[in-house]
Protein backbone atom coordinates (compact mmCIF):
# COMPACT_ATOMS: atom_id res chain seq x y z
CA UNK A 1 0.00 0.00 0.00
CA UNK A 2 1.09 3.67 -0.91
CA UNK A 3 1.08 5.55 2.29
CA UNK A 4 0.90 9.28 2.46
CA UNK A 5 1.91 11.51 5.54
CA UNK A 6 1.47 15.14 4.78
CA UNK A 7 1.88 18.28 6.58
CA UNK A 8 -0.76 19.30 9.06
CA UNK A 9 -2.10 23.06 7.88
CA UNK A 10 -4.10 23.95 10.54
CA UNK A 11 -3.54 27.32 12.33
CA UNK A 12 -0.26 26.45 14.81
CA UNK A 13 -0.61 22.25 14.36
CA UNK A 14 2.54 21.29 14.83
CA UNK A 15 1.83 17.46 15.08
CA UNK A 16 2.09 14.95 12.70
CA UNK A 17 0.56 11.67 11.27
CA UNK A 18 3.74 9.02 11.50
CA UNK A 19 7.19 9.57 13.77
CA UNK A 20 10.10 7.94 12.03
CA UNK A 21 8.93 3.96 13.54
CA UNK A 22 5.58 3.98 11.99
CA UNK A 23 7.39 4.64 8.79
CA UNK A 24 10.03 1.81 9.39
CA UNK A 25 7.24 -0.52 10.55
CA UNK A 26 5.72 0.09 7.19
CA UNK A 27 8.76 0.21 4.79
CA UNK A 28 10.12 -2.97 6.11
CA UNK A 29 6.40 -4.50 5.60
CA UNK A 30 7.14 -3.61 1.68
CA UNK A 31 4.82 -1.01 1.71
CA UNK A 32 5.83 2.68 0.65
CA UNK A 33 5.50 6.07 2.64
CA UNK A 34 5.33 9.41 1.14
CA UNK A 35 6.28 12.04 3.89
CA UNK A 36 5.69 15.64 2.76
CA UNK A 37 9.03 17.79 3.13
CA UNK A 38 9.12 19.42 6.97
CA UNK A 39 6.13 17.15 7.95
CA UNK A 40 7.66 16.33 11.39
CA UNK A 41 9.44 19.43 11.75
CA UNK A 42 7.19 20.87 14.35
CA UNK A 43 7.74 17.78 16.42
CA UNK A 44 11.35 17.77 16.05
CA UNK A 45 11.57 15.30 13.38
CA UNK A 46 13.64 16.30 10.18
CA UNK A 47 13.27 14.74 6.77
CA UNK A 48 16.26 12.79 7.19
CA UNK A 49 14.91 10.71 10.30
CA UNK A 50 12.31 9.47 7.99
CA UNK A 51 14.89 9.53 4.92
CA UNK A 52 17.00 6.99 7.19
CA UNK A 53 14.11 4.51 7.46
CA UNK A 54 12.63 4.66 3.91
CA UNK A 55 10.05 7.30 3.11
CA UNK A 56 10.14 9.28 0.21
CA UNK A 57 10.17 12.98 0.94
CA UNK A 58 7.88 14.78 -1.59
CA UNK A 59 7.82 18.37 -1.91
CA UNK A 60 4.16 19.41 -2.20
CA UNK A 61 1.13 18.60 -0.41
CA UNK A 62 -0.67 17.89 -3.39
CA UNK A 63 1.42 15.02 -4.81
CA UNK A 64 1.39 13.17 -1.44
CA UNK A 65 -2.42 13.36 -1.80
CA UNK A 66 -2.37 12.50 -5.23
CA UNK A 67 -0.36 9.60 -5.16
CA UNK A 68 -1.27 7.82 -1.86
CA UNK A 69 -3.83 5.07 -1.26
CA UNK A 70 -4.20 5.88 2.14
CA UNK A 71 -3.61 9.72 4.11
CA UNK A 72 -2.45 9.14 7.78
CA UNK A 73 -3.00 12.75 9.62
CA UNK A 74 -3.61 14.30 12.94
CA UNK A 75 -6.53 16.50 12.79
CA UNK A 76 -9.37 16.48 10.30
CA UNK A 77 -9.00 17.83 6.51
CA UNK A 78 -9.96 21.47 6.48
CA UNK A 79 -11.10 23.50 3.28
CA UNK A 80 -7.79 23.57 1.09
CA UNK A 81 -7.52 19.56 1.65
CA UNK A 82 -10.83 18.98 0.53
CA UNK A 83 -10.27 19.10 -3.25
CA UNK A 84 -6.70 17.24 -2.39
CA UNK A 85 -8.85 14.03 -1.15
CA UNK A 86 -9.25 11.57 -4.04
CA UNK A 87 -12.14 9.32 -4.52
CA UNK A 88 -11.94 5.68 -2.74
CA UNK A 89 -9.12 7.38 -0.50
CA UNK A 90 -8.56 5.94 3.01
CA UNK A 91 -7.50 8.77 5.02
CA UNK A 92 -7.04 7.63 9.34
CA UNK A 93 -7.09 10.46 11.16
CA UNK A 94 -9.26 12.80 13.94
CA UNK A 95 -12.06 13.53 12.44
CA UNK A 96 -15.22 14.95 14.89
CA UNK A 97 -17.60 14.95 12.43
CA UNK A 98 -20.30 16.25 14.06
CA UNK A 99 -18.76 19.18 15.32
CA UNK A 100 -16.24 20.42 12.14
CA UNK A 101 -17.27 21.95 8.51
CA UNK A 102 -20.48 19.97 7.19
CA UNK A 103 -18.80 20.80 4.42
CA UNK A 104 -16.40 18.12 5.13
CA UNK A 105 -18.75 15.44 5.53
CA UNK A 106 -20.25 16.02 2.34
CA UNK A 107 -16.56 15.93 0.40
CA UNK A 108 -16.00 12.67 2.36
CA UNK A 109 -19.55 11.13 0.77
CA UNK A 110 -19.10 12.71 -2.56
CA UNK A 111 -15.95 11.35 -3.05
CA UNK A 112 -16.90 7.90 -1.47
CA UNK A 113 -13.66 8.82 0.79
CA UNK A 114 -13.26 6.30 4.01
CA UNK A 115 -12.71 7.58 6.97
CA UNK A 116 -11.20 6.39 9.73
CA UNK A 117 -11.83 8.36 12.99
CA UNK A 118 -9.11 7.97 15.56
CA UNK A 119 -11.90 9.19 18.38
CA UNK A 120 -14.14 6.27 17.81
CA UNK A 121 -12.02 3.31 17.86
CA UNK A 122 -13.30 1.55 20.97
CA UNK A 123 -12.17 -2.10 22.36
CA UNK A 124 -15.17 -3.97 23.40
CA UNK A 125 -14.71 -2.58 27.15
CA UNK A 126 -15.77 0.56 26.12
CA UNK A 127 -12.25 2.52 26.04
CA UNK A 128 -11.03 4.58 23.44
CA UNK A 129 -7.14 3.85 22.96
CA UNK A 130 -6.83 6.53 20.66
CA UNK A 131 -8.21 9.15 22.17
CA UNK A 132 -7.23 8.37 24.95
CA UNK A 133 -3.34 9.89 24.46
CA UNK A 134 -4.96 13.42 23.75
CA UNK A 135 -7.56 13.06 26.06
CA UNK A 136 -4.99 13.15 28.51
CA UNK A 137 -2.75 15.98 27.19
CA UNK A 138 -5.66 18.39 26.92
CA UNK A 139 -6.68 17.17 30.47
CA UNK A 140 -3.30 18.55 32.07
CA UNK A 141 -3.01 21.44 29.84
CA UNK A 142 -6.57 23.12 30.81
CA UNK A 143 -5.20 23.93 33.97
CA UNK A 144 -1.64 25.36 32.72
CA UNK A 145 -3.93 27.15 30.25
CA UNK A 146 -6.91 27.92 33.10
CA UNK A 147 -4.27 28.93 35.42
CA UNK A 148 -2.66 31.65 33.01
CA UNK A 149 -5.66 32.74 31.92
CA UNK A 150 -6.83 33.45 35.14
CA UNK A 151 -4.10 35.86 36.06
CA UNK A 152 -5.20 39.92 35.53
CA UNK A 153 -2.91 40.54 32.86
CA UNK A 154 -4.74 38.12 30.59
CA UNK A 155 -8.38 38.67 31.90
CA UNK A 156 -9.09 36.94 34.86
CA UNK A 157 -9.57 37.79 38.44
CA UNK A 158 -6.08 37.60 39.72
CA UNK A 159 -6.51 34.22 41.36
CA UNK A 160 -3.34 32.07 42.17
CA UNK A 161 -4.87 28.74 42.14
CA UNK A 162 -2.91 27.13 44.86
CA UNK A 163 -2.94 30.24 46.64
CA UNK A 164 -1.05 30.84 49.49
CA UNK A 165 -0.70 30.77 53.54
CA UNK A 166 -3.91 32.60 54.98
CA UNK A 167 -5.32 33.29 52.02
CA UNK A 168 -8.07 30.45 50.26
CA UNK A 169 -7.23 28.25 47.38
CA UNK A 170 -8.33 28.81 43.13
CA UNK A 171 -11.85 26.47 43.20
CA UNK A 172 -11.59 23.99 40.41
CA UNK A 173 -14.90 22.35 38.61
CA UNK A 174 -13.98 19.63 36.43
CA UNK A 175 -17.36 18.94 34.30
CA UNK A 176 -16.70 14.91 33.23
CA UNK A 177 -14.40 12.03 35.15
CA UNK A 178 -13.41 10.53 31.54
CA UNK A 179 -9.76 10.64 30.85
CA UNK A 180 -9.77 14.62 30.50
CA UNK A 181 -11.00 15.08 34.07
CA UNK A 182 -9.29 12.68 36.05
CA UNK A 183 -5.49 14.00 34.00
CA UNK A 184 -6.99 17.84 35.15
CA UNK A 185 -8.49 16.84 38.55
CA UNK A 186 -4.53 15.19 38.91
CA UNK A 187 -2.77 18.78 37.93
CA UNK A 188 -5.02 20.99 39.35
CA UNK A 189 -4.38 19.11 42.99
CA UNK A 190 -1.22 19.24 42.38
CA UNK A 191 -0.95 22.98 42.17
CA UNK A 192 -2.65 23.16 45.32
CA UNK A 193 -6.35 24.36 43.99
CA UNK A 194 -9.51 23.05 45.97
CA UNK A 195 -10.85 20.23 43.17
CA UNK A 196 -14.25 19.51 42.84
CA UNK A 197 -14.75 16.37 40.04
CA UNK A 198 -18.79 16.09 38.45
CA UNK A 199 -19.72 12.76 36.77
CA UNK A 200 -23.16 11.00 36.04
CA UNK A 201 -21.39 7.31 36.91
CA UNK A 202 -21.20 6.78 40.51
CA UNK A 203 -18.50 3.86 40.06
CA UNK A 204 -16.51 6.45 38.10
CA UNK A 205 -16.95 8.35 41.34
CA UNK A 206 -16.11 6.21 43.53
CA UNK A 207 -12.64 5.08 41.78
CA UNK A 208 -11.95 8.38 41.83
CA UNK A 209 -12.46 9.12 44.93
CA UNK A 210 -10.26 6.44 45.87
CA UNK A 211 -7.43 7.90 43.41
CA UNK A 212 -7.63 11.21 45.33
CA UNK A 213 -7.38 9.79 48.82
CA UNK A 214 -10.04 12.44 49.46
CA UNK A 215 -8.02 15.62 47.88
CA UNK A 216 -10.51 16.04 45.55
CA UNK A 217 -14.62 16.41 46.06
CA UNK A 218 -16.89 14.18 43.83
CA UNK A 219 -20.10 14.77 43.36
CA UNK A 220 -23.16 12.85 40.92
CA UNK A 221 -23.57 15.31 38.42
CA UNK A 222 -27.20 16.74 37.80
CA UNK A 223 -28.33 20.28 36.96
CA UNK A 224 -28.48 21.67 40.85
CA UNK A 225 -24.86 20.52 41.24
CA UNK A 226 -23.38 22.05 38.16
CA UNK A 227 -24.94 25.31 39.03
CA UNK A 228 -24.32 25.30 42.85
CA UNK A 229 -20.06 24.26 41.86
CA UNK A 230 -20.28 26.72 38.21
CA UNK A 231 -20.93 29.25 39.95
CA UNK A 232 -18.69 29.27 43.31
CA UNK A 233 -15.66 28.06 41.08
CA UNK A 234 -12.85 30.31 39.37
CA UNK A 235 -12.04 27.91 36.95
CA UNK A 236 -14.31 25.26 35.19
CA UNK A 237 -13.10 22.37 32.97
CA UNK A 238 -15.61 21.37 30.30
CA UNK A 239 -14.77 17.06 30.07
CA UNK A 240 -17.43 15.49 28.42
CA UNK A 241 -18.08 12.82 25.69
CA UNK A 242 -20.05 11.34 23.81
CA UNK A 243 -18.09 8.95 21.34
CA UNK A 244 -18.72 10.12 17.90
CA UNK A 245 -21.40 12.41 18.69
CA UNK A 246 -22.15 16.15 19.93
CA UNK A 247 -21.06 16.87 23.27
CA UNK A 248 -24.01 17.37 25.59
CA UNK A 249 -24.61 21.53 26.69
CA UNK A 250 -24.28 21.34 30.68
CA UNK A 251 -23.58 24.69 31.17
CA UNK A 252 -25.83 27.35 30.09
CA UNK A 253 -25.35 30.82 28.99
CA UNK A 254 -27.35 32.11 31.79
CA UNK A 255 -25.19 30.02 34.12
CA UNK A 256 -22.34 31.71 32.42
CA UNK A 257 -23.41 35.13 33.56
CA UNK A 258 -23.60 34.14 37.10
CA UNK A 259 -19.80 33.29 37.62
CA UNK A 260 -17.83 36.04 39.38
CA UNK A 261 -16.24 38.32 36.77
CA UNK A 262 -12.64 37.02 35.67
CA UNK A 263 -13.37 33.40 36.05
CA UNK A 264 -11.98 31.14 33.80
CA UNK A 265 -13.83 28.48 31.48
CA UNK A 266 -11.62 25.66 29.40
CA UNK A 267 -13.92 23.86 27.09
CA UNK A 268 -11.86 20.60 26.40
CA UNK A 269 -14.99 19.13 24.52
CA UNK A 270 -15.63 22.18 21.80
CA UNK A 271 -13.71 19.63 19.25
CA UNK A 272 -17.02 17.81 19.34
CA UNK A 273 -19.56 21.08 19.51
CA UNK A 274 -18.81 22.20 23.39
CA UNK A 275 -20.16 21.19 26.81
CA UNK A 276 -20.44 24.96 27.70
CA UNK A 277 -22.91 26.86 25.91
CA UNK A 278 -21.04 30.03 25.10
CA UNK A 279 -17.95 28.11 23.71
CA UNK A 280 -17.37 28.33 20.31
CA UNK A 281 -13.65 27.50 18.64
CA UNK A 282 -10.81 29.01 18.57
CA UNK A 283 -6.92 28.48 17.70
CA UNK A 284 -3.80 29.14 19.17
CA UNK A 285 -3.18 32.53 17.74
CA UNK A 286 -6.61 34.00 19.39
CA UNK A 287 -7.20 31.63 21.82
CA UNK A 288 -9.57 33.54 24.56
CA UNK A 289 -12.62 35.74 24.59
CA UNK A 290 -14.73 36.89 26.65
CA UNK A 291 -18.46 36.77 27.29
CA UNK A 292 -20.30 37.86 30.26
CA UNK A 293 -16.44 38.97 31.52
CA UNK A 294 -15.92 35.17 32.25
CA UNK A 295 -12.86 34.71 30.07
CA UNK A 296 -13.23 31.49 27.66
CA UNK A 297 -10.20 29.29 26.54
CA UNK A 298 -11.65 26.84 23.48
CA UNK A 299 -8.86 25.65 21.45
CA UNK A 300 -10.28 22.97 19.17
CA UNK A 301 -6.32 21.68 19.32
CA UNK A 302 -4.77 21.73 22.72
CA UNK A 303 -2.38 19.59 22.30
CA UNK A 304 -1.04 20.87 19.03
CA UNK A 305 0.95 23.33 21.33
CA UNK A 306 3.34 21.05 22.90
CA UNK A 307 3.56 18.49 19.34
CA UNK A 308 6.97 16.79 20.69
CA UNK A 309 4.76 15.22 23.54
CA UNK A 310 1.37 14.70 22.19
CA UNK A 311 2.94 13.06 18.40
CA UNK A 312 4.93 10.32 20.03
CA UNK A 313 2.16 9.66 22.81
CA UNK A 314 -0.77 9.45 19.57
CA UNK A 315 1.61 7.45 16.82
CA UNK A 316 2.41 5.03 19.79
CA UNK A 317 -1.18 3.95 19.43
CA UNK A 318 -2.44 4.65 15.89
CA UNK A 319 0.58 3.27 14.36
CA UNK A 320 -0.67 -0.97 15.04
CA UNK A 321 -4.13 0.06 12.98
CA UNK A 322 -2.03 1.63 10.19
CA UNK A 323 -0.29 -1.18 9.89
CA UNK A 324 -2.78 -3.98 9.90
CA UNK A 325 -4.70 -2.18 7.13
CA UNK A 326 -1.67 -1.74 4.92
CA UNK A 327 -0.79 -5.31 5.48
CA UNK A 328 -4.29 -6.64 4.95
CA UNK A 329 -5.82 -4.11 3.05
CA UNK A 330 -9.38 -1.85 4.34
CA UNK A 331 -11.64 -4.85 3.91
CA UNK A 332 -9.96 -7.44 5.61
CA UNK A 333 -8.47 -5.51 8.15
CA UNK A 334 -12.51 -4.31 9.38
CA UNK A 335 -13.42 -8.04 9.49
CA UNK A 336 -10.61 -8.67 11.73
CA UNK A 337 -10.75 -6.19 14.14
CA UNK A 338 -14.11 -4.79 15.76
CA UNK A 339 -11.96 -2.06 17.32
CA UNK A 340 -11.46 -0.97 13.97
CA UNK A 341 -15.10 -1.32 12.59
CA UNK A 342 -15.89 1.02 14.66
CA UNK A 343 -13.59 3.56 13.82
CA UNK A 344 -15.27 3.73 10.10
CA UNK A 345 -17.27 6.77 10.18
CA UNK A 346 -17.77 6.91 6.43
CA UNK A 347 -17.44 4.29 3.92
CA UNK A 348 -18.54 4.20 -0.12
CA UNK A 349 -21.02 7.47 0.42
CA UNK A 350 -22.52 6.13 3.31
CA UNK A 351 -22.48 7.24 6.88
CA UNK A 352 -21.80 4.13 8.91
CA UNK A 353 -21.63 5.57 12.47
CA UNK A 354 -24.69 6.20 14.00
CA UNK A 355 -24.03 9.39 16.58
CA UNK A 356 -22.66 11.18 13.27
CA UNK A 357 -25.61 10.22 10.99
CA UNK A 358 -28.03 11.22 13.92
CA UNK A 359 -26.24 14.71 14.95
CA UNK A 360 -25.44 15.93 11.70
CA UNK A 361 -29.56 14.72 9.78
CA UNK A 362 -27.73 11.77 7.19
CA UNK A 363 -29.38 8.35 6.98
CA UNK A 364 -27.17 5.52 8.68
CA UNK A 365 -26.00 2.10 7.07
CA UNK A 366 -24.14 0.01 9.29
CA UNK A 367 -20.66 -0.72 8.24
CA UNK A 368 -22.03 -3.98 7.22
CA UNK A 369 -24.27 -3.28 5.18
CA UNK A 370 -22.13 -0.19 3.05
CA UNK A 371 -19.79 -3.10 2.70
CA UNK A 372 -22.20 -5.33 0.88
CA UNK A 373 -23.19 -7.50 3.23
CA UNK A 374 -19.56 -8.70 3.97
CA UNK A 375 -19.37 -10.73 7.04
Sequence with gaps: MIVGVPKEIKTREYRVGMVPAGVRALTSAGHTVLVETNAGVGSGIPDSEYQRVGAQIISSADEVWKRSEMVVKVKEPIAPEYERMQPGQIVYTYFHLAGVDPELTKTL?????????????????????????MSE???????????????????????????VPGVRRGRVAVIGGGVVG?????????????????DVNLERLTYLDDVFLGRAQTLASDTESIARTVRESDLVIGGVLIPGGKAPKLVSRELIAEMEPGSVVVDVAVDQGG????????????????????????????????????????????????????????VEAIKADRALQRAINTYNGHITYEAVAKDMGYDYVPLMDALGGKK
Design 109 to 133: LKKKVTAVAYETLQLDDGSLPLLKP
Design 137 to 163: VAGKMAIQVGAACLEKAHGGKGILLGG
Design 182 to 198: LCAAKVAVGMGAEVTIL
Design 275 to 330: CIETCKPTTHDNPTFTVSDVVHYCVANMPGAVPQTSTFALTNTTRPYSRKIADLGL
